[in-house]
């Protein structure tokens, strides 16, 4: 199924800026995704999915969108 | 050397110096000038009138080596909200009034004629003097001026024409250590400096070294403390990115205000963010790092030079950005620093003036994204007072009121800044609540309920909003009253050696045994304190809610309202 990526801040250095399209498995994790774009998971902060929120670990589904951040702050 | 109270009577041109009163020793910062002007000012009273006073108060930590801790405390009846203020800001006058042994300035009454002055603290104590040549000046002929006329050493504390006209957006900018400018941005405390005829307050550089109790426990404590700062990682994006690191994180989140606060996500987000503003940076030779006063190892500043390599702005702030970028669908960021170093210039709040231009493009003086003409009416009509331009200095209420719209986001007549509420409830718990007005980083629920900081609450859900404002705005008012800079909170929300650290240093230093209970009652007493005052000013719980178009317009991408009703509201200050 195909699933849009979206890196943010040091993330995108060495990948890439622009959303991206991939094809993974049914049955999908957020966490899976990440490890297989060479992320560590431990310097993920916040996983977005379809502009919510999401758990490392639920299901994806075709066409979800993916928003990866590294751990940041500001205000 | 032992704090004193400096007092400068502008009505008789006088100036005394006074113990620090046995109620006050325990305060700094906003816990200062909060306790002060709630003793002093009359709640009734015209904030722009001589019963009025302007109170300035490093914190308890300023002038030490203690890492991050050069944030200065203005406070006074906001001109602006009616309410009591505190705005803080980095810059290199905190410690220098630390070091000089004072404990808070206070500047009581108003001149009778139109002379104007600038005050001139030394070791010897406060002076007045008459000021004719820089009447007039925007602040970076101020600190240039005083360059030449004292050296480039010194500490200014200044107004530029905003402050001069008594515009309720106004602020009081302080010399940063590259002799750039820092602001004490909200609530119109410029406005109040000058009702009292004071161009300037220029500081002494010294080498004298505050006191401290005990040395070896206090540099301890420093080590522990700096080492959870710096080895925080999101200190580190700070570093790299600046806070505009969370344009992109916050429009994806959906709570990006857009178009007046008809959106919640910015076509242009990606143009504008901290990303972009970072690759920007270093192909211009520009700093992405950058510290606004000295001891500071976030490094969160930047300094931005335009297309030429030429220095543009600094402290280029994610609120700003927002909102004379999405707020007024603006996507050049060039555009919006040359406002945002109008701005500094004219010594106008970033986020009050870009909202009401916000509200002057939907009342369709202006078209939303045209940046060059928000850079122009700045130019030709703030700086140099026009009828349009003073209804812009004014605020986002003032527009609205001028020109008959609606959809005006304030809360007690202060703008609400770049976290919309219907998305992100938490932080309109905050808006609503807040002694001061709209103001995000009195309790900065953003943390949890976006960025995963101390824990995490759903930002569409009502369910724990109000516990979660109600505990951030009491931690927040004692890290205001330590001369901290309010970013040291994400490291104290989850590495469990900060905070302990910092109050290790403030025992240390005044040789006294806060517990972390101390500190959370120090919190509760000063939102107590402003919150009488406010009462007393005649505020009630009506005022602490949000504009009715958060409750009736929906927005995008979650299609949703404002849904947290006032008696859920009024709960906040069960404690």
Redesign the interface.
């Known amino acids: 199924m195909e699933i849009t990526i979206?890196l943010?801040?040091?993330f995108?250095d060495g990948r890439f800026?622009e959303a991206a399209s991939r094809f993974f498995d049914e049955g999908t994790t957020p966490r899976k995704v990440i490890t297989s774009l060479g992320i560590d998971s431990d310097?993920v902060?916040?996983i977005?999915v379809n502009?919510?929120?999401a758990d490392p670990d639920s299901c994806l589904q075709q066409d979800d969108v993916l928003?990866v951040?590294?751990?940041?702050?500001?205000? | 050397m032992a704090e004193k109270i400096f007092r400068v009577d502008m009505t008789d041109l006088s100036t005394s110096v006074e113990d620090v009163p046995a109620d006050w020793m325990g305060h700094g910062g906003r816990g200062l000038t909060s306790t002060i002007v709630a003793a002093e000012v009359e709640p009734t009273c015209h904030p722009l009138g001589n019963k009025n006073k302007l109170v300035i108060a490093p914190g308890l930590l300023s002038g030490t080596i203690a890492a991050n801790s050069g944030r200065i405390s203005f406070g006074a009846k906001s001109p602006l909200t009616g309410t009591i203020k505190e705005a803080n800001a980095g810059g290199t006058a905190a410690q220098m009034l630390a070091k000089l042994g004072c404990k808070a300035i206070i500047i009581e009454g108003m001149p009778a004629g139109d002379n104007w002055y600038s005050l001139h603290f030394t070791a010897d104590g406060i002076t007045i003097n008459e000021e004719t040549e820089l009447i007039g000046k925007g602040n970076f002929a101020v600190v240039e001026t005083i360059a030449t006329r004292l050296g480039d050493k010194h500490g200014i504390i200044t107004i530029g024409p905003a402050g001069e006209m008594k515009l309720l957006s106004a602020n009081l900018s302080i010399k940063d250590p590259d002799s750039n400018l820092r602001s004490g941005g909200r609530g119109g405390l410029g406005a109040v400096m000058g009702s009292k005829q004071i161009k300037f307050i220029a500081i002494d550089p010294t080498d004298a070294k505050v006191q401290i109790a005990d040395n070896d426990a206090f540099n301890a404590a420093n080590r522990t403390f700096a080492k959870a700062l710096i080895d925080n990682p999101i200190s580190q994006a700070l570093g790299q990115y600046g806070t505009n690191v969370l344009v992109n994180i916050i429009n994806e989140a959906g709570g990006l205000p857009t178009r007046n606060f008809t959106s919640g996500q910015f076509d242009g987000h990606e143009e504008i963010s901290g990303e972009t503003m970072y690759d920007t940076i270093v192909e211009r030779d520009g700093k992405p790092k950058h510290n606004c006063h000295k001891g500071c190892v976030i490094n969160c500043s930047q300094i931005y030079n335009d297309v030429n390599k030429k220095y543009k702005t600094s402290g280029f702030e994610y609120e700003s950005i927002w909102a004379m970028g999405a707020d007024c669908c603006v996507d050049n960021l060039d555009h919006i620093a040359e406002a945002d170093h109008l701005m500094d210039d004219i010594g106008i709040d970033t986020i009050e003036t870009s909202v009401a231009m916000g509200v002057a493009m939907e009342a369709g003086v202006l078209e939303f994204g045209d940046g060059a003409e928000v850079c122009r009416i700045l130019k030709d009509e703030v700086t140099t007072g026009t009828p349009l331009g003073r209804i812009i200095g004014c605020g986002a209420g003032s527009v609205g009121r001028a020109y008959g719209v609606t959809r005006v986001p304030v809360v007690k007549n202060q703008a609400i800044p770049a976290y919309d509420p219907r998305a992100i409830k938490g932080i309109g718990i905050t808006y609503a609540t807040s002694t001061q007005g709209a103001d995000h980083t009195m309790g900065y629920t953003i943390a949890t309920n976006i960025l995963g900081v101390g824990g995490t609450l759903d930002p569409l859900s009502k369910e724990g909003q109000v516990e979660l404002s109600r505990n951030l705005q009491i931690a927040t008012a004692a890290i205001d009253s330590t001369g901290m800079c309010l970013f040291i909170a994400f490291a104290a929300l989850d590495d469990e050696n900060c905070l302990p650290a910092l109050i290790d240093m403030i025992n240390a230093r005044f040789g006294i045994s806060l517990t972390a209970d101390d500190v959370t009652s120090l919190g509760m007493s000063i939102l107590k304190t402003e919150h009488a005052f406010n009462e007393a000013a005649g505020f009630t719980n009506k005022d602490d809610r949000l504009p009715e178009f958060f409750s009736q317009e929906p927005i995008a991408p979650h299609n949703v309202v404002w849904d947290i009703n006032g008696e859920e509201i009024d709960t906040f200050w069960d404690f």
């Open positions: 979206k943010f801040a040091y995108r800026k310097d902060g916040v977005m502009n919510r929120h928003a951040f590294p751990k940041i702050g500001g205000g």
